[in-house]
T-cell receptor, first 114, second 110 residues
Framework: DGGITQSPKYLFRKEGQNVTLSCEQN?????MYWYRQDPGQGLRLIYY???????QKGDIAEGYSVSREKKESFPLTVTSAQKNPTAFYLC?????????????FGPGTRLTVT | RKEVEQDPGPFNVPEGATVAFNCTYS??????FFWYRQDCRKEPKLLMS???SGNEDGRFTAQLNRASQYISLLIRDSKLSDSATYLC???????????FGTGTQLKVEL
């Protein structure tokens, strides 16, 4: 089955620790995205990548880092510099080669930092 | 003004009713629009794309009003299973980004 996987589903960390969230897709999509969602707020873009070894900051990149070493993978690191890391993190991907812009989401990771 | 605005609801409607939500946007250059459905504590799932004036898929119709800068989602013959939050998104950043509204919550009741 093709799709986007994110692991783990729930993640708990102590304040001051870095944590890496996994996102893998086997859809052969070119572009990948990371969003965070907080209660009562819309999805906010953290980082995105359109090709391997290249990525751009989104609207709220401070305190986060990413890498794109493989087309299938786009891990997100939440660093200790992120002031409010507790949130629902969603990874998405889309095909760039065709003239459509639909993004498809993985199941998300709920991160709780105490 | 926010880039994308939605009435948070909730919209409580009886089963079988027709319900419509609007989503207003501020960037008049936006060309592509999307409706996603999000169930509680789940990921958003693409419901419809709107690239021109509108789109229809079964009980769901999306329409674009460029003059007034809003898109609408109409759901006919509401089912209990339609209960969810509906997010609208517009294409920004030269086609590289989607900007999302905060969502409209729909509750369909017996």
């Amino acid at each position: 089955d093709g799709g986007i996987t994110q692991s783990p589903k729930y993640l708990f960390r102590k304040e001051g620790q870095n944590v890496t969230l996994s996102c893998e897709q086997n859809l052969n999509h070119d572009a990948m995205y990371w969003y965070r969602q907080d209660p009562g707020q819309g999805l906010r873009l953290i980082y995105y990548s359109q090709i391997v070894n290249d990525f751009q900051k989104g609207d709220i990149a401070e305190g986060y880092s990413v890498s794109r070493e493989k087309k299938e993978s786009f891990p997100l690191t939440v660093t200790s510099a992120q002031k409010n890391p507790t949130a629902f993190y969603l990874c998405a991907s889309r095909m760039v080669a065709v003239s459509s812009y639909e993004q498809y989401f993985g199941p998300g990771t709920r991160l709780t930092v105490t | 003004r926010k880039e994308v605005e939605q009435d948070p609801g909730p919209f409580n409607v009886p089963e079988g009713a027709t319900v419509a939500f609007n989503c207003t946007y501020s960037n008049s250059a936006s060309q592509s629009f999307f409706w996603y459905r999000q169930d509680c504590r789940k990921e958003p799932k693409l419901l419809m794309s709107v690239y021109s004036s509108g789109n229809e898929d079964g009980r769901f119709t999306a329409q674009l009003n460029r003059a007034s800068q809003y898109i609408s989602l109409l759901i006919r013959d509401s089912k209990l299973s339609d209960s969810a939050t509906y997010l609208c998104a517009i294409l920004t950043g030269g086609g590289n980004k989607l900007t999302f509204g905060t969502g409209t919550q729909l509750k369909v009741e017996l």
